[in-house]
């Protein structure tokens, strides 16, 4: 019989989207769940993860865990993984699940898939959709061996399902000893702006094209008019003008929004393979020959710093006639 | 300071990348440094310049094209490579790579263990996490900034899901670099003059005492069926013109589209 064990990501002390979708995939088949829930001051969660279908919440619940801590954080998975009997480990392809999952994989001496946008489960047999090369090609994985599968999910693969309130079985993880070898000395969170962009219905972007700090600013009114989530390419992080929790594509964030507005994007595969799912593209671009026309369902050639403000104009004109 | 990069030669994935009966067509195929490799080795000279000396040795796993790869680190300032040549490694998964890495680091007492944080090829990720884990060796992972580097402590920032943790690591460690750690320099005359002068070791498997049956199709955990070619997404309109006009029209195109109204105007 399958045992699926979670491995929930948080944000802010709070279980993030991601992770009920693969909560949600699993309740979806019928699959026996549980989720792993680490952090400090996070037990109240278990009953969010409880709702979405795992019926065990194993819990590490510590003031040293309050940080991301590759060591601590494996060793406490490796536990609930015992415990739990888990014949399959999920994981979401965030930057932690990035760090962990090889982790765990290799203490168990088995391998992993990491990044999966299709999954295909059918018992202890697991197929497998990995994006490469850019996104330019797909591999179709499949594991080898009987083992303990352990992969990772993409955010924005799986519907969320309604969450039920359900009372959770809590199982307590030993608090691993500090391993002092790598400490977590502090974080310096960076702000994002507007909301999370893996979970916004609409995405604004800007690329170098945007010139600066002037031409950020000048987005940022069509931003907040449509509550949008604020990205930005890898250029325009190097050069200072956004954070880098901001950037979108292929090592930044992968999003999946209804809508992606690309300002100033010259479309490159590094920043497609991270927005190239989105299922609507409006681009904004000075050079008509910009690759991003290519994947574009909307394309204007133009200077952004003139369309940007006629662009957040007629937006807002057309939204207040259809309320 | 005994620095070793783990490096790959993959495709350059920004050519002719084509698929056909579920595989990659091999014409008109170009090989490179995986680019995050790239940076790992810049990574280590970088080090080695803050540390004020140390040695560079890097490794990289596959056919005779290889050393073309390891021939442009060593002009990038590398001291030695190690070239592991033989068949049966064909197929491998990350699994197989790090298991490999893992035996022949080994005794060999490295300072820092440097890596790409994924191949531009695969975009697995997981190599270099499985291979820290094997050694039993502490990680930082997309390695956002260099602070200090001691022999025995050094300060690193790692780009996480939140923002930039700052983490104290004792050595030996293995460490993977993010995208913008370091621009990864352009081999210099004297850096391709020199690379003749620089070793180049050549080995098998047994050579390194790794038996066949652990890698490769034999001993791989993951096989990668096939490949598939997403459907290329179809551009769709493109509008020049006065700005103020084509901007309207696209808002009224927008507001006839079923996803734009639902999501823009509701």
Same mark, same amino acid.
């Given at each position: 019989m399958e045992k699926i064990l979670i491995v929930a990501?948080?944000?802010?002390?709070?279980?993030?989207?991601?992770?009920?979708?693969?909560?949600s995939y699993a309740k979806g088949l019928g699959l026996d769940t549980s989720a792993v829930l680490i952090g400090s001051g996070i037990e109240d969660q278990a009953e969010v993860l409880a709702g979405y279908g795992a019926h065990t919440i194993y819990v590490a619940d510590d003031p040293s865990l309050r940080l991301h801590n590759t060591f601590a954080y494996t060793e406490i998975i490796h536990e609930a993984v015992s415990q739990s009997n888990a014949t399959q480990l999920w994981f979401t392809a965030s930057e932690s699940g990035a760090d962990l999952m090889p982790r765990i994989a290799a203490r168990m001496g088995v391998g992993a898939v990491s990044d999966i946008t299709k999954l295909r489960v059918e018992g202890h047999a697991i197929t497998a959709h990995h994006p490469a090369m850019s996104s330019k090609v797909i591999?179709?994985?499949?594991?080898?061996?009987?083992?303990?599968?352990?992969?990772?999910?993409?955010?924005g693969s799986f519907e969320i399902s309604e969450a039920e309130t359900v009372t959770p079985n809590i199982e307590k993880v030993p608090i691993p000893k500090k391993d002092i070898r790598a400490i977590v000395q502090d974080i310096v969170t960076?702000?994002?702006?507007?909301?999370?962009?893996?979970?916004?219905?609409?995405?604004?972007?800007?690329?170098?094209?945007?010139?600066g700090e002037e031409g950020i600013e000048l987005v940022r009114p069509l931003v907040n008019l449509l509550g949008a989530g604020y990205g930005a390419t890898r250029g325009a992080c190097d050069s200072g003008?956004?954070?880098?929790?901001?950037?979108?594509?292929?090592?930044?964030?992968?999003?999946?929004?209804?809508?992606?507005?690309?300002?100033?994007?010259?479309?490159?595969?590094?920043?497609?393979?991270?927005?190239?799912?989105?299922?609507?593209?409006?681009?904004?671009?000075?050079?008509?020959?910009?690759?991003?026309?290519?994947?574009?369902?909307?394309?204007?050639?133009?200077?952004?710093?003139?369309?940007?403000?006629?662009?957040?104009?007629?937006?807002?004109?057309?939204?207040?006639?259809?309320? | 300071?005994?620095?070793?990069?783990?490096?790959?030669?993959?495709?350059?994935?920004?050519?002719?990348?084509?698929?056909?009966?579920?595989?990659?067509?091999?014409?008109?195929?170009?090989?490179?440094?995986?680019?995050?490799?790239?940076? &790992?080795?810049?990574?280590?000279? @970088?080090?080695?310049?803050?540390?004020? =000396? *140390?040695?560079?040795?890097?490794?990289?796993?596959?056919?005779?094209?290889?050393?073309?790869?390891?021939?442009?680190?060593?002009?990038m300032g590398a001291d030695r490579a190690i070239h592991?040549?033989?068949?049966?490694?064909?197929?491998?998964?990350?699994?197989?790579?790090?298991?490999?890495? &893992?035996?022949?680091?080994?005794? @060999?007492?490295?300072?820092?263990?440097? =890596? *790409?944080?994924?191949?531009?090829?695969?975009?697995?990720?997981l190599t270099m996490s499985m291979l820290a884990e094997f050694m039993n060796l502490p990680q930082v992972t997309n390695v956002s900034k260099v602070v200090s580097v001691d022999k025995d402590k050094c300060t690193f920032h790692r780009r996480g899901d939140l923002g930039n943790e700052v983490i104290e690591l004792s050595l030996p460690a293995v460490l993977t670099p993010n995208d913008s750690l370091f621009e990864p320099r352009m081999p210099s005359l004297r850096g391709l003059m020199m690379v003749k002068k620089k070793p180049i070791e050549t080995v098998s498997l047994s050579d390194i005492g790794v038996d066949p049956s652990l890698v490769g199709k034999t001993g791989r955990m993951i096989t990668v069926n096939r490949l598939i070619q997403p459907e290329d997404r179809k551009g769709g309109q493109v509008f020049e013109g006065e700005e103020e006009e084509i901007t309207k029209q696209v808002v009224k195109l927008l507001a006839e589209n079923e996803i734009g109204k639902e999501s823009l105007f509701t």
């Open positions: 990501e948080l944000k802010n002390d709070e279980v993030k989207k991601p992770t009920l979708e693969i909560l591999q179709e994985c499949v594991f080898e061996k009987d083992e303990i599968r352990v992969l990772s999910i993409r955010g960076e702000s994002t702006e507007g909301i999370d962009l893996t979970e916004a219905k609409v995405v604004v972007s800007v690329g170098r094209g945007v010139k003008w956004m954070p880098y929790a901001a950037q979108v594509g292929q090592t930044g964030k992968k999003v999946t929004p209804e809508i992606y507005i690309a300002l100033g994007i010259s479309g490159a595969i590094q920043h497609l393979a991270g927005m190239i799912g989105s299922k609507l593209i409006l681009a904004v671009n000075s050079d008509p020959e910009a690759p991003i026309f290519n994947v574009a369902d909307y394309g204007i050639v133009g200077d952004l710093y003139k369309v940007v403000p006629i662009l957040t104009e007629e937006i807002g004109k057309t939204k207040s006639k259809s309320v | 300071m005994k620095i070793v990069v783990l490096i790959k030669q993959v495709v350059d994935v920004e050519l002719n990348i084509r698929v056909m009966n579920d595989a990659l067509v091999e014409d008109g195929l170009t090989y490179v440094i995986s680019n995050w490799d790239e940076i &790992a080795i810049e990574t280590a000279i @970088q080090i080695v310049e803050l540390v004020g =000396g *140390g040695s560079i040795t890097l490794i990289s796993i596959g056919p005779d094209r290889v050393q073309d790869a390891l021939r442009r680190g060593l002009a592991v040549l033989d068949a049966a490694f064909d197929g491998s998964d990350s699994f197989a790579y790090a298991k490999t890495f &893992a035996k022949m680091l080994e005794n @060999q007492d490295y300072d820092i263990i440097l =890596g *790409g944080k994924q191949a531009q090829d695969t975009d697995a990720g």
